[in-house]
Nanobody
């Protein structure tokens, strides 16, 4: 079955950086779009970014464009999210998901907290 395991979250100061990883198994990773979504405390799920199967097309929410970069390594079945210039409003539980727009199966999430 589909397994997605996120890692790399933590506590970071405003302006700092983090790199999230998502290890995928149980499906043909290189054949699928993948996405990142997040859920801030007390709010609904927010789509963050998509990447196509080959990694050549990437899409971002306006709130993160220019600061976050999605990438993937199909040889390692791993999805990444490089997050730079982090803001307090980026604080959330971050999930990777199979497919686009976060609509498919998701992992358990990794917590990102941006605070001084």
């Amino acid at each position: 079955q589909v397994q997605l395991v996120e890692s790399g979250g933590g506590l970071v100061q405003p302006g700092g950086s983090l790199r999230l990883s998502c290890a995928a198994s149980g499906f043909s990773f290189s054949s699928y779009y993948m996405s990142w979504v997040r859920q801030a405390p007390g709010k609904g799920l927010e789509w963050v970014s998509d990447i196509n199967s080959g990694g050549g097309s990437r899409y971002y929410a306006d709130s993160v464009r220019g600061r976050f970069t999605i990438s993937r390594d199909n040889a390692k079945n791993t999805l990444y999210l490089q997050m730079n210039s982090l803001k307090p409003e980026d604080t959330a539980l971050y999930y990777c998901a199979k497919g686009s727009r976060g609509l498919g199966p998701r992992g358990q999430g990794t917590q990102v907290t941006v605070s001084s």
